[in-house]
């Protein structure tokens, strides 16, 4: 349960982060650029993620034995498996290279964290946490 609960904290983390984020990537200015309904569709995607992140969260402290004991759970558990295991796909063949390239370690730290993430939840949905 320790890696669940582990999970659930880097999690919120990652929710967190995306405030300053917003900042860092300058989405004041890129969203100028952006026709009102395309900045707002991307706002609101922005909040909803933050959200499911922090549902993730709340999920992963509070129920760590049912990710892993129940089928409800299980599936669960595969689902957000699959969520961070794309968001690996992502991170490491969508995202513009140059960028990537200029932040080494943030690049490879998200990379591993999302990884990890994707690793415990499968382990989770496998039963191999109980």
Do not use: K
């Not at 402290?61 to 992502?90: D, K, N, Q, Y």
């Not at 290279?97 to 591993?112: E, F």
């Amino acid at each position: 349960m320790t890696l669940l609960w582990v999970a659930g904290g880097l999690q919120l983390a990652i929710a967190a982060a995306n405030l300053p984020l917003a900042r860092v990537l300058r989405f004041r200015e890129e969203h100028a650029r952006l026709s009102p309904l395309v900045r707002q569709v991307h706002e609101v995607h922005h909040v909803y993620l933050m959200g499911v992140l922090v549902l993730f969260a709340a999920v992963s402290l509070a129920f760590p034995h049912e990710l892993t004991r129940s089928p409800l759970g299980r599936f669960l558990a595969g689902a957000i498996s699959i969520f961070w295991g794309a968001r690996v796909l992502v991170q490491r063949f969508l995202y513009e290279r140059g960028a990537l390239r200029r932040h080494p370690v943030a690049d490879w730290s998200c990379t591993l964290v999302f990884a990890g993430l994707a690793a415990t939840y499968a382990a989770a949905a496998l039963g191999a946490l109980r």
